[in-house]
């Protein structure tokens, strides 16, 4: 499966955007599918994941109450709908997939398929 993620801008903090992340060459209802994040020189840091029917998400506690991950599977989508955003927000976002479900959904070693990533810049 190829993932396209895209979405990213320029906000002021407070703001909102949607990311999106659209799947080809795979169907994306088998996949279990997760957000993540990478600030300059820190390591990537899971922001969000959702099973395959959305029925369970699970959140970062970094972005808890603010961020919400979802999915259109008959557009083969995911979004990660941020609000109330922080210049702490600022990062490379990206999406990932998986075929199977982890206990270790927040680790990045959980997903074989990854997008290019999106960049989000929250200025104060």
């Known amino acids: 499966v190829q993932l396209q993620a895209s979405g990213g801008g320029s906000v002021q903090a407070g703001g909102s955007l949607r990311l999106s992340c659209v799947a080809s060459?795979?169907?994306?209802?088998?996949?279990?599918m997760g957000w993540f994040r990478q600030a300059p020189g820190k390591e990537r840091e899971f922001v969000a994941y959702i099973t395959r029917s959305g029925g369970i998400t699970y959140n970062g506690d970094s972005v808890k109450g603010r961020f919400t991950i979802s999915r259109d599977n008959a557009k083969n989508t995911v979004y990660l709908q941020m609000n109330n955003l922080k210049p702490e927000d600022t990062a490379v976002y990206y999406c990932?997939?998986?075929?199977?479900?982890?206990?270790?959904?927040?680790?990045?070693?959980?997903?074989?398929?990854w997008g290019q990533g999106t960049l989000v810049t929250v200025s104060s």
């Open positions: 060459g795979r169907t994306i209802s088998t996949y279990v």
């Open positions: 990932a997939a998986d075929r199977h479900l982890s206990t270790n959904y927040y680790r990045t070693n959980a997903y074989d398929y």
